[in-house]
């Protein structure tokens, strides 16, 4: 444990962001694999409204710097491949 009073402060706000980039990121998660069921299911019109949100979270975590720029170009390329099947 910590002796020093700034590294205490630290590691409580470490924490704090952490739990907030864990939230984010699992809602990340959900909202991806909303699309992939209404995908799934032939869905176009749930699948493209669902596909918005998703891009929405997406860019948000890429702003927030909870994820890679790459990793969030490469996210959104693999949803628009699974909707543009089933159109």
Known sequence: MANIKSQEKRNKTNEKARQRNASAKSALRTAI?????A???????LAETLTKEAYSLIDKSVSKGIQHENTAARQKAEIANLVNSIR
């Open 39 to 45: 995908v799934e299911a032939k869905d176009l019109a």
């Open 33 to 37: 694999k909303k699309v992939k069921k």
